[in-house]
């Protein structure tokens, strides 16, 4: 069949790149996984790539005509998506370590462009899908996926609350520029659409994120990664601890009184195309 029917679980090192997918990355990959063209030949762009969760698993899914290029400024990501690739054997992949809104890739090159939970970490989104947009053929799909505003909203709910207890009621407007930060249906569509993209379709659904009390939550790894740097630039700079200390106790009063802390992440996963020269 192939050279490659030989995955050895046993070899040095297998461990270490097993397991690798991030967590909160994959109910997103999932929708995303379950509409994205998979065609023999295609030119993919994976656009804040990441660690190539989806890299991967196109470059694979595809097969070994298509390309994938994987683009990410984040030096560690990379490294780690180019061992993955050798360790799999992949190479039908390309890794441009670079921010997105600078791509030089050939105008109308590339088929599809992907992009998993990246668009809320750009902080140029509007330049980042202007490059995808030049990059794109006429007639190319564009598949993004993003939490939406009111992602974690039982959490929000108490940490208004703590800010209020503790007297900080001055912080309530930064507490709110943070959670607005996330988009909604209707702005990732203008979005979208200010790049030159027609959105086709969206998808929504959301799932939840499960924990004992705040306790557990606060020390999660991933929330520590992705989020608490985030929720402690809202508190006042001179009472940080004394802010996270409270939250953390009215977090577990919380999941005290329902049995568990539940947060509900909202996502969706639009699909858009670049308009064929003839028009729709
Ligand atoms: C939440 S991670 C998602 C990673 C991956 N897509 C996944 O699903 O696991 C967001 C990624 O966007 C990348 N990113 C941020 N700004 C970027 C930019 N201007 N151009 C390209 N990637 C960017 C970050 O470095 C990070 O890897």
């Known amino acids: 069949m192939t050279d490659l029917d030989d995955v050895d679980a046993t070899a040095a090192g297998f461990g270490d790149l097993y397991d690798e997918l991030p967590l909160w990355s994959a109910p997103f990959g999932l929708m995303l996984l379950d509409r994205v063209p998979v065609a023999r030949g295609l030119t993919i762009l994976d656009v804040g790539a990441g660690t190539g969760f989806l890299t991967v698993e196109l470059a694979q899914r595809c097969g070994p005509d298509a390309r994938i290029i994987a683009v990410d400024p984040w030096p560690a990501a990379m490294r780690r998506l180019r061992r993955k690739l050798e360790?799999?054997?992949?190479?039908?992949?390309?890794?441009?370590?670079?921010?997105?809104?600078?791509?030089?890739?050939?105008?109308?090159?590339?088929?599809?462009?992907?992009?998993?939970?990246?668009?809320?970490?750009?902080?140029?989104?509007?330049?980042?899908?202007?490059?995808?947009?030049?990059?794109?053929?006429?007639?190319?799909?564009?598949?993004?996926?993003?939490?939406?505003?009111?992602?974690?909203?039982?959490?929000?709910?108490?940490?208004?609350?703590?800010?209020?207890?503790?007297?900080?009621?001055?912080?309530?407007?930064?507490?709110?520029?943070?959670?607005?930060?996330?988009?909604?249906?209707?702005?990732?569509?203008?979005?979208?659409?200010?790049?030159?993209?027609?959105?086709?379709?969206?998808?929504?659904?959301?799932?939840?994120?499960?924990?004992?009390d705040g306790t557990a939550l606060l020390r999660h790894y991933f929330v520590r990664l992705g989020f608490v740097a985030g929720w402690k630039a809202v508190a006042a700079p001179a009472m940080v601890e004394e802010t996270f200390a409270a939250l953390e106790r009215n977090l577990d009063a919380v999941a005290t009184a329902r049995g568990e802390l539940a947060l509900t992440i909202p996502m969706a996963c639009f699909e858009a195309r670049k308009a064929t020269a003839a028009g729709p």
């Open 87 to 212: 360790h799999l054997r992949l190479d039908n992949v390309v890794l441009l370590e670079q921010d997105a809104a600078s791509l030089a890739l050939p105008e109308a090159s590339v088929d599809v462009v992907v992009s998993n939970l990246g668009v809320n970490n750009f902080e140029n989104a509007g330049a980042v899908l202007g490059a995808c947009y030049r990059a794109a053929k006429p007639g190319a799909r564009l598949l993004l996926t993003t939490n939406l505003a009111g992602h974690m909203a039982e959490l929000y709910e108490v940490y208004r609350a703590t800010l209020v207890e503790l007297g900080q009621s001055d912080r309530l407007a930064a507490l709110e520029a943070h959670v607005e930060r996330r988009g909604t249906v209707d702005s990732i569509t203008q979005l979208l659409g200010r790049a030159g993209f027609e959105v086709v379709d969206v998808v929504t659904g959301s799932f939840r994120m499960r924990f004992a």
